[in-house]
C-alpha cells in the first residue's frame, strides 16, 4: 500500500515493464502477462493508500499518528528488499513475486474483513500494513531485474517511460476509485487492494519466462552478496547522482502528499475531492513520462535534469500557499508533471551501466535509500502539521529542493556522458 509518490518517482530504478509492446525475443504473452500483474498491482495500491490516512483520522487518531503508521509501514521493507535481491538475482523472481503477492493478498483482505466487522484496531491496522510492505518489497527487489532481461538495450529507455507511464495511469484512476470506494464503505478499497494482488499472483504463475540472469553465488555469505549491489554504487558516479536525486525527490513527493492530506481533511474536503486531486496528478505525471523521452532528445539530458530540478523549487513553495483542492491540484499536478522527466532519464542510465546479474541488488539500494526518505517523510509531514501548521511541509521541501538543485547542477554532466 504505497504512497502515490513512490509510483510517481522512482522507487522504479529497476523499471517494470508497462505496456504489452514486444520486443525481439520477447515472448508477447509473458510480457503482457507481466504487465498486467504490476498494473492491477498499482491500481489496487492507489485506491487504498490514498484512504489510509483518512481512515486513521477517522478512527479519531492524530495526524502525527497518520504519518508515524504510514512511516513505519514504509520503513519495514527497507532492510529486506536488499536481502530478498539476492535470490532474485540467482533466478528465483518469479516465486518471489507470486509469494508475496499472494501474502499481500491475505494482509489487505484481513484488514477488509476486519473493518466490515467493525472490530478494525490499531495493532491490527499497523500489523497487516507491516506484513504488506515486508511482501511489497521482496516483490520489488525480485521485479526490479526483470525488465533488462525481457528488454533489449536500445528499447530500455522506452521500456524505462512506459512504466512510468503505467504508474502514472494508477495514479489517474486509482485514488478516484479509492475516494469513491471509502464514501460508500470504508473497506471497499482494501477490497479491491487485495483482488489487485490476487490477480498480480495469478499473472505471474501464468508466466512461462524463466527470468534468470547468469548470476553465480560469490561467497561470503548472503549479507555479503546482498552488499554487492551498494559496492556498485559507491563505485559508479553517475548510480550516486541517481541514488541522491531519488531519494530525496521521493521524499519531498510523499511529504507534499501528506501535507496534502492533512490540509485538505482539516478544510473540509472529503475522500472524493482528494482523490481527484491525486487524479489530476497521475494525469499530468502520465504526460511526463510519456513524452520524457522525445524532451530529453531535443532540450538535451544535462538540461532536462537540471532545469527540471531547479523549476521544483518555486512549485513546491508554492504549496505552501495553496487553499483548497483545485490549487493543490493544479500545483501537484504540475510537480507530477516534471518529475518524471529527469527520472526516466536517469533510470534509464542507470539501466545502462549496470549489469543484469546485479539489476535487483543495485535497484534494491536505490529502493532502500529512496524508501528510507519516503519512511521519514509522513512522519515529518505529520509532525509538522500537528506543531507548526500546513504551510511548513512544503516550505521545507522546497530548501531542500534548491539543495538538491545546486548539486545536480554539479553532476547532471554524467548522465549526458552515460548515454
Known amino acids: 500500500m504505497e504512497s502515490f509518490a513512490q509510483a510517481d518517482t522512482p522507487d ?3 523499471p517494470r515493464p508497462s505496456g504489452p509492446t514486444a520486443s525481439e525475443g520477447t515472448s508477447a504473452r509473458d510480457f503482457r502477462l507481466f504487465w498486467w500483474a504490476n498494473a492491477a498491482d498499482a491500481l489496487g495500491t492507489q485506491a487504498s493508500g490514498v ?14 499518528t497518520a504519518g508515524l503508521v504510514t512511516g513505519l509501514s514504509l520503513a519495514a521493507g527497507i532492510l529486506l528488499g536488499p536481502l530478498a535481491a539476492v535470490p532474485a538475482d540467482r533466478g528465483a523472481r518469479k516465486t518471489i ?4 503477492a ?20 490499531l495493532p491490527h491496522l499497523l500489523g497487516a500494513v507491516l506484513v504488506e510492505r515486508f511482501a511489497t518489497a521482496t516483490h520489488d527487489a525480485a521485479s526490479r531485474g526483470t525488465v533488462a532481461l525481457i528488454c533489449p538495450p536500445d528499447e530500455q529507455p522506452r521500456a524505462v517511460a512506459r512504466l512510468g507511464a503505467a504508474d502514472q495511469g494508477a495514479l489517474i484512476l486509482g485514488p478516484a476509485v479509492g475516494g469513491a470506494a471509502y464514501s460508500l464503505s470504508r473497506a471497499l478499497p482494501f477490497v479491491a487492494d487485495a ?7 495469478c499473472c505471474v504463475r501464468g508466466m512461462r519466462a524463466e527470468l534468470k540472469a547468469p548470476a553465480e553465488p560469490t561467497g561470503g555469505g548472503v549479507l555479503r552478496e546482498a552488499a554487492a549491489g551498494l559496492h556498485v554504487v559507491r563505485r559508479q558516479p553517475l548510480l550516486r547522482l541517481v541514488l541522491v536525486w531519488i531519494a530525496l525527490v521521493n521524499g519531498v513527493a510523499v511529504a507534499l502528499y501528506y501535507a ?35 524532451v530529453a532528445v531535443r532540450v538535451g539530458v544535462t538540461r532536462v535534469i537540471v532545469g527540471v530540478t531547479w523549476l521544483l523549487v518555486p512549485l ?6 495553496a487553499a483548497g483542492p483545485w490549487t493543490y491540484g493544479l500545483l501537484l499536478g504540475a510537480v507530477c508533471l516534471l518529475v518524471p522527466l529527469p527520472a526516466v532519464i536517469l533510470q534509464a542510465r542507470a539501466l545502462g551501466v549496470t549489469e543484469p546479474s546485479l539489476q535487483a541488488r ?16 509522513p512522519v515529518l509531514a505529520g509532525l509538522c502539521a500537528d506543531r507548526v501548521g500546513t504551510a511548513a511541509p512544503a516550505l521545507g521541501c522546497a530548501a531542500l529542493l534548491a539543495l538538491l538543485a545546486v548539486h545536480t547542477t554539479r553532476r547532471a554532466a554524467l548522465a549526458e556522458a552515460a548515454a
Open 51 to 64: 484512504v489510509l490516512p483518512l481512515l486513521l483520522l477517522a478512527l479519531g487518531h492524530s495526524a502525527q
Open 260 to 294: 496534502a492530506v492533512f490540509a485538505l481533511e482539516r478544510s473540509g474536503s472529503g475522500a472524493l475531492p482528494l482523490g481527484v486531486v491525486l487524479a489530476v496528478s497521475g494525469a499530468a505525471g502520465l504526460a511526463g513520462s510519456l513524452a520524457a523521452p522525445r
Open 97 to 100: 513475486m507470486f509469494w508475496a
Open 102 to 121: 499472494v501474502v499481500s493478498a491475505l494482509a489487505m483482505g484481513s484488514v477488509a474483513l476486519v473493518l466490515a466487522l467493525g472490530h478494525l484496531t
Open 12 to 14: 522504479h530504478s529497476g
Open 362 to 377: 543495485v535497484g534494491a539500494v536505490l529502493a532502500t535509500a529512496s524508501g528510507g526518505t519516503a519512511a521519514l517523510a
Open 316 to 321: 513546491t513553495a508554492a504549496l505552501a500557499t
Open 195 to 201: 483482488l489487485s494482488y490476487a490477480v498480480a499472483a
